[in-house]
């Protein structure tokens, strides 16, 4: 018994004892974790600062060193520490720091007595087969502008992307090494290897050519004019650099002519305000600068742009296929971008001609954060009026352009542009009073101007959603005044004034999906205000006329998707648009059996403030789609449907500054154009030619034109001056580009027919008995010649000659005399053609070497434009002498003129 109860007392003892030790041994851990925790707290709690992109990892641990009493340890065949990372934090803890540092990384770490251990993380080991997103921008080493257009090359899967409006780049791989090849014009390409093992935005800065002779020659990698890489069909780019080779009117640059080299474009004649594009008329194309739009692009009755090429970074002219987020005209779209200043260094541009000076000014306010570009030009025909004694010394005719822009990139995700435009022509005419010399001289003042201002603020939600958001106005203001002298009390004053306003707001998105796939999507929004007429007069027993001003809102939410296989690709779009007319207005009701004339008015509708008084909608689907027979040839196919909301009424040929602009009403109905292309593009194995081959048929409904005999001068009721009518266009357009060696330039011919009816429900007042005739465009046979020579790395030499078919014209068949009257009787319109119009231009380039210590460069650009005096006819016209029915042409420039202008940078 007492043995029993000693076991027992032993074992007790025993369990109290196994007790007693575990509680020590708890005890003595815990302190020891506790100990550890402190010190690991107090090891993490080291503050870090750290700013870094694209930097290897050995590099960011030895900036955590220098700041920490920490050091690292590794084994460099287990951990890569030449791979490279991204990270920005301010006075955070280390540990926080390292979790953010390897975040989806195949590295993990641990924290011992002062160091921290690197190690391999297992389960990431299949990294490589997940996919990361590159992404970033391309920009000018020199100047730090963003580079559009620029393509990005995977070279070891052959694959790509090129840089969107703001030079904003994103592609999604697979996780490895990837060389990568960036190449823009004039710029000298650069590889970069990489392996992708994260997202990873990598900003990549390309430099200038460094042969100032060769800024547009194109870099080995460069595919020049290609046609065969874009899905798109009818697509044409120029750089500034480009339009500057070729040879201008008395030396100045001009992105109108420039565009008029292109295939599928042409013009009523030289002089004439903008431009046509495959049967279009001119106010079917929408001309953008910095996306506002323009409603005259030039200046002196078109003979000079209104772009001063010194401030524009590049253009696009898109005739075939027309992305979605486009809309508003029913032909084409000319892109213009202007440059967004330096934000590196103060630079200057200008140049000195015989009448034309410019002057361009940029730099950084905060050096690679804020830039500023102010650009100014002025023609001084005017300052030699004085000169001239024959009563013209106190006229003043001249015109000046503003272009100004302010760049801010706020952080790596935004960035905020701010862009405007000011420019204006200025006539001021006297003339004096033969038969009372005593009076004070008449003058007549004409001012046209242009005003744009846009915001836009691009930000990046992620590296594959790419955001911008525009607010944009514009506006186009014209006017007419008469000072009459004389004794009278009466004197005659006389001011008219028109113009067209609008206020855009067009948020835009794009989302990279993959390497071969993008989305981008939108909605843009248009109120629009038009003033016809607002006249004042003391003139007595003249009232003063205003024509009721009108307001539209157009609104068009629009999705875009491209999509690329391994020989397909395609480009689709939808836009839907919705344009509507809003009070207060008074909309007149006809007789609907007779023809539309004041006299037939029973009636007007009135409708109030803010309310709707008509609406239109339509969708607009884009598609385009390439076959790539190899990677040099192409097959491309197209089809276009477009809605335009608002019309020039113009009473001439060639616009004027006077037309006026009218939106889609009750009486006038919307524009469509329905358009489908075809293609074939070819690039030779050296890229030195690029050709291309493209046919057109479009269709046209709900076309204006014009009554025989039609008033359209202050007219209240404009709709009783138009008829509806319907056409069609056809062609073919076929360039060839060389692209390097001492001799480039192209060759362009455009074969096409564009013809119209008019559809009125009476057949008395339909054109031509109701039948198709040829527009006042249709010019069948277009040819342009560009070569470009370098004669020494000093001199060079620029030729550009233009053929065209004559433009169709209603030329005087008789007369007959009516109550004692004589009156011309006339032929069906355009039933006749003025002459066929070619011209040769011809500039030489002397341009010496800079001088480095002052980075001052200079050149002379001098030439002859109409070199062989060829007197082309603008349009012809007829009189009675003699009882003789006589036809005279006028020919708008009929000579030589040559020029001189030097140019200079700083």
């Known amino acids: 018994m007492k043995i029993k109860q000693f076991t027992a007392f032993l074992t007790l003892k025993s369990v109290r004892n196994k007790k007693w030790l575990l509680m020590k041994l708890s005890l003595s851990l815990y302190l020891i974790g506790c100990l550890q925790l402190m010190a690991i707290n107090s090891f993490s709690q080291d503050k870090v600062s750290l700013d870094v992109n694209n930097t290897p990892l050995e590099e960011i641990i030895q900036l955590i060193e220098q700041q920490t009493s920490t050091s690292f340890i590794y084994n460099n065949d287990i951990v890569d520490t030449k791979q490279r990372f991204d990270i920005s934090v301010v006075d955070k803890a280390l540990n926080k720091v390292l979790d953010k540092l390897f975040k989806n990384k195949a590295i993990t770490y641990t924290m011992k007595k002062g160091r921290v251990i690197l190690s391999e993380l297992p389960k990431l080991k299949s990294i490589q087969q997940q996919k990361f997103t590159l992404s970033g921008t391309i920009k000018d080493s020199a100047t730090g502008e963003t580079l559009l257009g620029a393509t990005i090359l995977i070279k070891n899967i052959n694959k790509g992307v090129v840089t969107n409006e703001y030079g904003f780049y994103s592609i999604t791989l697979l996780s490895k090494k990837h060389t990568i090849q960036v190449s823009y014009v004039g710029f000298e390409t650069k590889e970069i290897e990489i392996e992708l093992n994260r997202n990873i935005k990598l900003n990549i800065e390309l430099r200038p050519s460094d042969n100032q002779l060769e800024e547009v020659v194109l870099s080995s990698e460069s595919r020049g004019k290609s046609q065969v890489q874009s899905t798109l069909l009818g697509v044409t780019k120029m750089r500034s650099a480009e339009i500057k080779q070729l040879p201008a009117l008395l030396g100045e640059p001009d992105i109108t002519r420039a565009v008029l080299t292109m295939p599928g474009v042409s013009s009523v004649g030289e002089g004439a305000t903008g431009f046509n594009v495959r049967g279009g008329n001119i106010d079917q194309n929408l001309i953008l600068l910095d996306e506002a739009p323009i409603y005259s692009s030039s200046h002196v009755w078109g003979f000079f742009s209104i772009f001063n090429t010194d401030a524009i970074k590049s253009l696009k002219l898109y005739k075939g296929g027309i992305p979605a987020r486009f809309g508003g005209r029913a032909s084409s779209v000319l892109d213009i971008r202007q440059r967004e200043g330096s934000n590196k260094s103060f630079k200057g541009e200008g140049g000195l001609g015989l009448l034309f000076s410019r002057l361009t000014l940029e730099g950084p306010l905060k050096k690679e ?35 100004t822009k ?74 007419l005044g008469i000072v009459s002298g004389g004794t009278s009390n009466a004197s005659g004053n006389f001011t008219w004034k028109s113009s067209i306003e609008n206020w855009i707001f067009k948020p835009d998105f794009t989302l990279y999906q993959s390497p071969t796939s993008k989305f981008r999507f939108g909605i843009h929004n248009t109120l629009y205000k038009f003033i016809p007429a607002e006249i004042k007069t003391d003139e007595v027993g003249i009232n003063e006329i205003n024509l009721e001003t009108e307001k539209g809102l157009e609104v068009a939410p629009y999705v875009e998707y491209e999509k690329e296989w391994n020989k397909f690709s395609v480009n689709a779009g939808l836009r839907f648009s919705w344009f509507g007319n809003i009070g207060p207005y008074n909309v007149a009701k006809y007789n609907t059996e007779l023809p539309m004339s004041v006299s037939t008015i ?11 008084t008509k609406s239109y909608m339509g969708l607009e689907p884009r598609l385009s789609f390439k076959y790539a027979i190899s990677d040099r040839k192409a097959l491309k196919l197209g089809y276009n449907r477009m809605f335009q909301y608002i019309h020039m009424i113009s009473s001439t040929t060639a616009a004027l500054p006077f037309d006026i602009w009218k939106p889609s009403g009750t009486h006038i109905k919307p524009i469509e154009v329905n358009q489908i292309s075809a293609g074939y593009a070819y690039d030779t194995s050296n890229d030195i030619y690029n050709f291309s081959l493209e046919g057109y048929y479009k269709t046209f409904k709900n076309m204006i034109e014009y009554k025989n005999g039609a008033d359209l001068f202050i007219k209240e009721n404009l709709e009783t001056q138009l008829l509806p009518a319907k056409g069609f266009a056809y062609g073919a357009e076929i360039g060839l580009h060389k692209n390097k060696g001492k001799l480039t330039g192209n060759i362009n011919y455009t074969y096409a027919v564009t013809k119209r009816k008019t559809i009125s429900s009476f057949e008395s007042e339909n054109i031509n008995g109701g039948t198709y005739y040829p527009s006042n465009y249709d010019r069948p046979h277009l040819l342009n010649f560009i070569a470009n020579y370098k004669l020494t790395k000093k001199w060079d030499v620029n030729t550009f000659f233009t053929y065209q078919t004559g433009r169709p014209s209603t030329q005087a068949a008789g007369r007959i005399i009516v109550g004692g009257i004589p009156h011309l009787t006339y032929s069906d319109r355009n039933a006749y053609r003025i002459p ?71």
């Open 369 to 403: 954060k804020i830039s500023y570009l102010i650009s100014g030009r002025r023609s001084y025909f005017d300052m030699f009026f004085p000169l001239i004694k024959n009563g013209v010394e106190n006229n003043k005719i001249y015109f000046y352009d503003l272009n």
């Open 406 to 479: 302010l760049t801010w990139n706020i952080n790596d995700n935004n960035k905020l542009f701010v862009s405007g435009y000011f420019g204006a022509d200025v006539m001021k005419l006297k003339f004096e009073d033969e038969e009372e010399p005593n009076n004070d001289d008449e003058s007549v003042n004409f001012e046209w101007n242009n005003t744009t201002a846009t915001v836009r603020w691009n930000h990046l939600f992620s590296d594959r959603l790419f955001m911008n958001i525009s607010g944009i106005y514009s506006k186009y203001n014209y006017g």
């Open 602 to 612: 029973t009636g007007n509708n009135s409708y109030k403030k803010g309310e709707l």
């Open 836 to 906: 066929d119009t070619h011209r040769l231009d011809v500039s030489f380039n002397y341009i010496p070497k800079g001088n480095p210590n002052t980075k001052w460069q200079s050149s002379w650009s001098f030439g002859v434009y109409n070199v062989y005096g060829r007197k082309n006819a603008f349009s012809r016209y007829s009189t009675f002498n003699d009882n003789k029915l006589k036809t005279y042409q006028f020919s708008v420039i009929g000579s030589q003129i040559p020029f001189i202008t030097y140019n200079f940078k700083f």
